[in-house]
């Protein structure tokens, strides 16, 4: 439809301001940038569910029909639910016809053209005329049940609701009638509006109307909870979270028997893990801790929550609880705080003893093959020296927390032309791309302003921290210093003396002029003082090598070396592809450069060395490089052997900004464990509060193993991007050992089968929605990879896991409110 | 867990006792029911090698594994575990694919394909992905454990020993950087007490991959003559393969099957005399001639190893017998073992290297081979002064012993090997400007091959630098003396 594609091309930030909120308020896939963007995806998700919740809270409450049976009634069929078993009826029968019209099987032509006020629409498929019918039923029904919810107990505010709904999906149909406006005025179309026009207004309008109606029952709904939520008060809540503690320890013994199986497990990982090569132990024993961890405290948390308060209900304690003046979102959240306080004891001594054993197991590996490197080297095994040291350093690399700066990659290939990919060798996996040997074919990481890939109007900040990376005392750290505040320095000067410069800055801009000044000046006495000092020390030292006095020679580089900031660490990974064997037993070699983009009068760094396939190599530049760089430093690799090449992504190189500990590390990774099981937690509490308990646990069984194992096939299956069709067409296909991409045979059989599908595919694809990603909070393939999990990746995972609990929770507290438990 | 069924309100405690016998009576009787059951599942297990434990030795992880994932689920993590090791695979995950392969056989000890395929896939294309020659190494010998593994655990299968002998004699032995290769086998220190290096047979640790190949074939064979087969489990028998179990490695009458001890120790002794390892000096003198010797009993046990023939079963082969004009046209044999007897011995060649050993044996013919290493040698170093006299030297023994071994001096492939020698003979003599003599030793073969240079991939003379010697580096041969006048 050509009027969609005006505005959705990059026109949305021409509409008026009100229009550009509606959109964003009203699609949910559209949002704005930064952090509030984030917030209101999820603020629309949620309402959606929100608003889908509270219409068929109201339309049980139709269903069930009034609170006191009409005696004169009885007998008599429910309206409702007979209205609902025929629309029910009816979308079978549209989904029946539509199947037979996809495999051009109906036996009907299209309805139409019809004539409706002087435009002409259709011909229409029958199909389609019907789901429009239902469409409308449906509706019609909603409304009836609405209302007569309303009906039956007088509630203001339920009311006052009801009729915000009605206003919010008017408002997203004159949103989209404004929008179309603007599109027509732009595009020059006149005259009166399409049959099609119409129909993108009113589908589309309603969907933005429902999202808008969707975050004023989120509103709603939180209100409600809100004035729960100040009821809730920590003696109590701290009680039932303590009774939650004994109970899991006590009676249900879970903790236990996590505790003794993960020693067990434990006891004899060595057995099977300890054989791999030591460059890669780390990683593999580290991902495998995680991996039992998560294991055993999912296994635990999903028998021991969603069984707890049906349990409750079941022995009748529960009466004892409510009959207290403990409030329905304490009993929930109560056992949230206590269920948690038992993962997170179990995790820190999970963790403890973990973070004890790869000390013990992996960290001492590190020794022991420096070790074997030495005696290797001195029984003249030098290949194998190497190898050992190599892999001792790898290891002990993975059992840091290392902070790599990334930047941007770029190819130039062997014609020296740009590219944004290298050559393709072949590999199935197309991560990494290659250059060849010995002609300008070459890779560029810039740590750079790059352009964003996604939209290259806007630059994307690569740069590197030279403030972090450079001693602040060192000759180099106070040399980009004054570099920089010289640059200011004339920068000011050019503004001030620019022909428009406003009045009210020249204050401002001469001001901090003046204090410049006296900042260059002591930084530049600093420096040459400094500088003096070197040339001293360097002086001192040659005289006393030359007077072969090596002792004293060393101490005093040593001292000129504390005066420099440290070489600044490169890491990379390469991989080799080769077209001929080469010369047998000698590597392929690459050149790397480092260069200072924003001056390219500095002399830059070159090196040369022999590439070892998937080994991490680290090298170092000099840090004067980085003087005076804003953060422009440009690496460039070259693969040095005629008729090899040499394979890289993105991420196989990059600046190191710092090494920190391990076991802080492990521990962050700790917490995605911890976010994973508060998620899992919510979900089984939610479980518990409508169903019985072997259901409940069941769904909260599936629940994780969805969110773990099959969250992307999931993914993919909402957006139908599966082949095969929907689970009963798949099922035939399966038994029948048919190929997913055939056409099956139209049999009476398949027909029904894809009938089910059309029927139930929309409503589980729309519960997929409701899965928690686990995946996206699980960092121990960092933490395993020696990366460090940094703080905002922590606070993200923070964020979206409590964005997954805080929602269940609530969920679990309105269900709750409404059981009769007390009956 | 409080099972719903403890906590019941008070009045029901008699229910609850009787249910309570109930389950008593139930669980005796289950494992009454179970006791016949599950002593003729361990003789079944015990017949078909199917236990869990050998003796001493029970491996601790495979049953915890086992008994975490419990049942049919083994089947199923199985299927997700090859899944995923693809996918590894083809993210050049190398040592998470090792581990996934680990996993699997943990589960499935007894799936004998499992260990044959991904053995070789650990050896053969995992370590082609690896660029240096000791990092392909430590995949080769990842790839030889993993069948060594399975070995241990499959002790009644004739054809995954043999597997593991063929990566130690191939893919060790014959890659093309087997220089290297052999030469990091010659220096492992194994990290798994040496368990590595150790000839089965013979129990020695050996530095030589084609000696410890040699021991694996030779066990091998020894258990098929033990009457051993492969190990069938359960669901192969209902299978129907194309390639039937029957017909794979390990069959009694396989003539390839039975060789590869006799090729193993030959291409040993072979590997002795020349600079097969990376900077390893060759052995000549007594050590050869007993290892050449070894060599020749090897070709002798096969060729006086009955065979049955195709068409008559009964009628027994014996590939020596083509040697032995006496016996091979004495009216003992029947038209029908002539025939086998001919086309089996010619099939494998086998007249060749039953003479080849019997020359080589000789104290001539080491010392011919002796003076040809050291010929070349000079040569490289452009002493072609030494490199003349002791070709010349080398190829007189060497023209006096082969007239005795016409088979051996007839046969395509010596003279490729021979005539080579010849040209750098005559090479040598170029050098120092002089004309290739009249009554040079070969010279019909000379003129046969002078225009095709043969390069031994597995001697480093040829391949490449020599250590000790730094003026040796040409890795070129020396330019035919015939191609310009």
């Known amino acids: ?823 | 867990m409080s099972s719903p069924t403890t906590i019941a309100p008070a009045g029901h405690q008699s229910g609850s006792r009787n249910r309570q016998i109930l389950y008593a009576l139930l669980i005796v009787g289950l494992f009454g029911a179970m006791w016949p059951y599950s002593e003729w599942l361990q003789k079944v297990k015990a017949d078909n090698d199917l236990g869990e434990a050998a003796i001493g030795q029970i491996d601790g992880s495979s049953f915890l594994q086992k008994l975490a994932v419990i049942g049919g689920f083994r089947g199923l993590a199985t299927l997700g575990l090859w899944d995923q090791a693809l996918q590894l695979q083809k993210d050049q995950e190398w040592d998470k694919l090792k581990l996934a392969v680990d996993f699997i056989t943990k589960l499935q000890p007894h799936f004998l394909s499992v260990w044959t395929f991904q053995g070789w896939n650990l050896a053969y294309n995992v370590s082609a992905e690896w660029d240096a020659p000791d990092d392909k190494y430590v995949w080769i010998k990842n790839g030889i454990n993993y069948l060594r593994d399975g070995v241990a655990k499959n002790r009644k299968s004739p054809d995954l020993i043999w597997d593991t002998a063929w990566t130690y004699y191939h893919k060790i032995g014959f890659a093309d950087e087997a220089i290297i290769l052999r030469r990091l086998f010659h220096d492992d220190t194994d990290e798994d007490g040496g368990k590595f290096k150790i000839d089965p047979i013979s129990l020695d640790t050996r530095d030589d991959n084609f000696q410890v190949a040699r021991g694996w074939f030779l066990r091998a064979v020894g258990l098929v003559d033990e009457g051993a087969q492969r190990a069938e489990t359960g669901v192969e028998s209902k299978v129907e393969y194309i390639d039937r179990m029957p017909d794979r490695k390990g069959r009694p009458g396989d003539l390839n099957f039975r060789a590869m001890p006799a090729h193993a120790q030959t291409r040993y002794a072979i590997g002795l005399e020349k600079m097969s390892k990376q900077d390893i000096e060759p052995l000549f003198g007594q050590f050869a001639i007993a290892e050449w010797d070894q060599s020749y009993k090897d070709w002798m046990t096969l060729g006086k190893h009955p065979f049955p023939s195709h068409n008559a079963e009964e009628q027994m082969i014996f590939l020596d017998d083509l040697t032995n004009d006496e016996r091979f046209k004495s009216p003992e044999l029947t038209d029908n073992q002539r025939y086998w007897t001919e086309r089996w011995a010619n099939q494998m060649n086998y007249r060749y290297w039953k003479d080849r050993a019997d020359a080589e044996r000789e104290l001539s013919g080491v010392n011919a081979r002796r003076f040809f290493y050291e010929g070349t040698r000079a040569l490289r170093n452009a002493n072609f002064a030494e490199a003349k006299e002791k070709f010349r030297a080398g190829l007189s023994l060497w023209k006096e012993l082969l007239d005795r071994h016409p088979v051996y001096r007839d046969d395509e492939l010596n003279q490729k090997d021979t005539g080579e020698l010849a040209r750098r003979y005559a090479f040598a003599l170029k050098q120092l400007g002089e004309e290739v003599p009249e009554d040079m030793p070969f010279k019909e073969i000379y003129e046969y091959v002078k225009n095709e240079p043969f390069r031994d991939p597995f001697d480093q003379l040829d391949q490449m630098k020599v250590g000790n010697e730094g003026s040796a580096g040409n890795p070129t041969p020396p330019s035919p003396p015939g191609s310009n006048p």
């Open chain 1, 1 to 823: 439809m050509p009027f969609i594609a005006i505005w959705a091309q990059g026109a949305p930030d021409r509409l008026p301001a009100w229009l550009q909120w509606m959109i964003v308020l009203g699609d949910p896939q559209y949002t704005t940038t930064g952090p509030l963007g984030g917030l209101i995806t999820w603020a629309k998700y949620l309402g959606l569910i929100c608003l889908l919740g509270w219409v068929s809270a109201q339309f049980i409450i139709a269903l069930r029909g009034s609170e006191k049976p009409d005696p004169r009634r009885a007998g008599r069929p429910n309206f409702m639910l007979l209205s609902l078993l025929a629309i029910g009826a009816l979308t079978l029968i549209t989904a029946f016809l539509s199947v037979l019209d996809q495999n051009r099987q109906l036996p009907i032509p299209p309805v139409g053209p019809l004539t409706l006020a002087g435009q002409t629409i259709g011909p229409i498929p029958l199909p389609a005329l019907l789901a429009g019918v239902v469409a409308v039923l449906g509706l019609l029904l909603v409304e009836i049940a609405l209302w007569s919810s309303l009906s039956r107990g007088s509630v203001l505010g339920r009311g006052l609701l009801v009729l915000l709904l009605h206003g919010a999906i008017g408002i997203g149909v004159w949103s989209l009638y404004s929008i179309q406006m603007q599109a027509r005025l732009r595009g020059g179309i006149a005259g009166p509006i399409s049959p099609p026009e119409l129909q993108f207004i009113l589908l589309e309008g309603v969907r933005y109307g429902a999202t808008l109606a969707g975050l004023v029952t989120l509103l709603y709904l939180t209100f409600v909870f809100l004035g729960e939520a100040a009821q809730v008060r920590w003696r109590r809540l701290s009680a039932i979270a303590w009774h939650t503690i004994i109970e899991s320890f006590r009676r249900t013994r879970a903790p236990w028997a996590v505790l003794a199986v993960f020693v067990i497990i434990l006891a004899f990982t060595n057995w099977f893990l300890g054989r791999g090569r030591t460059a890669e132990l780390a990683r593999i024993f580290v991902s495998t801790l995680s991996v039992i961890t998560t294991f055993l405290l999912m296994i635990m948390i999903v028998l021991m929550a969603p069984i707890s308060i049906p349990n409750d209900i079941r022995q009748q304690t529960i009466y004892t609880v409510v009959s207290k003046p403990v409030r329905r979102l304490e009993l929930i959240w109560g056992r949230l705080i206590g269920y948690m306080t038992v993962i997170t004891l179990l995790l820190a001594i999970l963790g403890g003893v973990s973070i004890f054993y790869l000390n013990r197991v992996v960290g001492s590996r590190v020794g022991a093959t420096r070790d074997a490197a030495r005696a290797a080297l001195s029984e003249g095994r030098v290949d194998e020296a190497r190898r050992l040291d190599q892999q001792a350093t790898q290891l002990a690399n993975r059992m840091s927390a290392r902070l790599p700066i990334f930047g941007s990659l770029i190819f130039y290939d062997s014609r020296d032309q740009l590219r944004t990919r290298g050559v393709d060798v072949g590999f199935e996996s197309a991560n990494r791309s290659h250059i060849e040997g010995a002609t300008p074919g070459k890779a560029i990481w810039r740590f750079d302003g790059v352009p964003d890939p996604t939209n290259p109007r806007f630059l994307l900040d690569r740069r590197l921290p030279v403030d972090k990376l450079l001693a602040p005392e060192s000759l180099e750290g106070l040399e980009n210093r004054l570099i920089s505040l010289q640059t200011e320095a004339v920068n000011l000067d050019r503004r001030l003396a620019a022909p428009d410069v406003r009045p009210a800055d020249v204050r401002s801009l001469n001001e901090r002029r003046k204090t410049i000044e006296p900042e260059i000046r002591a930084i530049t006495t600093d420096f040459e003082q400094k500088r003096t000092t070197e040339q001293e020390l360097v002086a001192r030292a040659r005289a006393a090598e030359t007077a072969g006095k090596a002792d004293e020679a060393t101490r005093l580089r040593q001292q000129v070396d504390a005066l420099h900031s440290p070489p600044i660490p490169l890491e990379m990974t390469f991989n080799v592809f080769r077209t001929t064997k080469g010369v047998l037993g000698e590597a392929v070699n690459a050149s790397l450069v480092v260069r200072n983009a924003n001056r390219p009068e500095v002399p830059e760094s070159r090196s040369l060395f022999p590439v070892q396939e998937y080994y991490t190599r680290r090298m170092t530049f000099p840090s004067r490089l980085l003087v005076g760089s804003d953060g422009r430093i440009h690496v460039t690799v070259q693969c040095q052997t005629p008729t090899q090449f040499l394979g890289m992504a993105e991420k196989d190189l990059y600046v190191l900004a710092n090494q920190g500990p391990f076991w802080l590390n492990y521990l962050r990774g700790l917490a995605g464990i911890w976010l994973q099981a508060l998620v899992i937690t919510a979900i089984g509490l939610f479980a518990g509060t409508f169903l019985s308990w072997p259901v409940a646990l069941l769904l909260t069984l599936a629940a994780y193993l969805a969110g773990q194992l099959a969250f992307g096939f999931l993914e993919q299956f909402a957006q139908g991007q599966v082949q095969g069709g929907g689970p009963i067409e798949s099922l035939i296909r399966l038994l029948g050992h048919d190929n997913l991409a055939s056409d099956l045979a139209p049999t009476a059989g398949v027909l029904a089968a894809q009938t089910l599908d059309r029927f139930f595919t929309p409503i589980l694809s729309s519960l997929i929605y409701i899965v928690p990603n686990l995946n996206a909070l699980d960092v121990s393939d960092t933490v395993a990879s020696g990366f460090a999990v940094t703080n905002s990746t922590l606070l993200d995972h923070v964020l979206l896991g409590i964005g997954y609990a805080l929602p269940f929770t609530i969920a679990a507290y309105f269900i709750l409110k409404n059981r009769e438990v007390a009956a």
